[in-house]
């Protein structure tokens, strides 16, 4: 079982920057693949970033030039780092890591089976 946590989420401002933070209670994530998705009102859940446990990332078109995902050297937390941030970015964010993610799985839902309770990240104008 693996219990995830999220942080950092607020309140900001369009174009402000934020961190969010993904990590594993009591364990480490390194060799889990670990994915950020996000859920804004009214809309499905959408992937936003992964990274695998070797360390290669996936990033949604929408979002490449803005978001990047990393780990910590110690590999047990998970970072989204947001940047320029939309309106649109308005969302719940989640975090969800599986180490059995199949490589066409990791932009997928379905490709993890344990998802944090996710934090809300506000961008207002």
């Known amino acids: 079982q693996v219990e995830l946590v999220e942080s950092g989420g607020g309140l900001v401002q369009a174009g402000d920057s934020l961190r969010l933070s993904c990590t594993a209670s009591?364990?480490?994530?390194?060799?889990?693949?670990v994915a950020w998705f996000r859920q804004a009102p009214g809309k499905e859940r959408e992937f936003v970033a992964a990274?695998?446990?070797?360390?290669?990332?996936y990033l949604a078109d929408s979002i490449q030039d803005r978001f990047s995902i990393s780990r910590d050297n110690a590999k047990t937390s998970v970072y989204l780092q947001m940047s320029s941030l939309k309106l649109d970015d308005t969302a719940v964010y989640y975090c969800?890591?599986?180490?059995?993610?199949?490589?066409?799985?990791?932009?997928?839902?379905?490709?993890?089976?344990?998802w944090g309770q996710g934090t809300q990240v506000t961008v207002s104008s």
């Open positions: 009591g364990r480490s994530l390194s060799r889990h693949n």
């Open positions: 969800a890591a599986d180490t059995r993610t199949i490589l066409s799985n990791m932009r997928a839902a379905r490709g993890y089976g344990y």
């Open positions: 990274i695998r446990y070797s360390g290669h990332t």
